[in-house]
């Protein structure tokens, strides 16, 4: 499995959703945007704290949920 190093979850940020690096932008708002047809570019527009490989980790750890792959252990 590929390390998600940028995918964190800590019950005191976001009720304990999972977001990027500690920040309180949740993967589920990155995979919002990019469902309703926004651009990488548009999602990094929106939020420049984020870089290109946090997004592409949101998605990565998407896919592995749905896959029910996903092993995280909270911060």
Same mark, same amino acid.
Request: proline share 5%.
């Given at each position: 499995? /590929? &390390? #998600?190093? !940028? $995918?964190? *979850?800590?019950? @005191?940020?976001?009720?304990?959703?999972? /977001?990027?690096?500690?920040? !309180? $932008?949740? *993967?589920? *708002? $990155?995979? &919002?945007?990019?469902?309703?047809?926004?651009? #990488? =570019?548009? *999602?990094?527009?929106?939020?420049?704290?984020?870089? /290109?490989?946090?997004? @592409?980790?949101?998605? =990565?750890?998407?896919?592995?949920?749905?896959?029910?792959?996903?092993?995280?252990?909270?911060?």
């Amino acid at each position: 499995m /590929t &390390k #998600l190093d !940028r $995918i964190t *979850v800590d019950p @005191r940020v976001c009720l304990g959703q999972p /977001t990027v690096r500690g920040m !309180r $932008i949740s *993967v589920s *708002v $990155i995979l &919002k945007m990019l469902a309703g047809g926004k651009s #990488l =570019q548009d *999602v990094l527009d929106a939020y420049p704290e984020l870089e /290109t490989e946090d997004v @592409r980790q949101a998605m =990565q750890f998407a896919a592995w949920v749905v896959a029910d792959q996903v092993q995280m252990v909270p911060a």
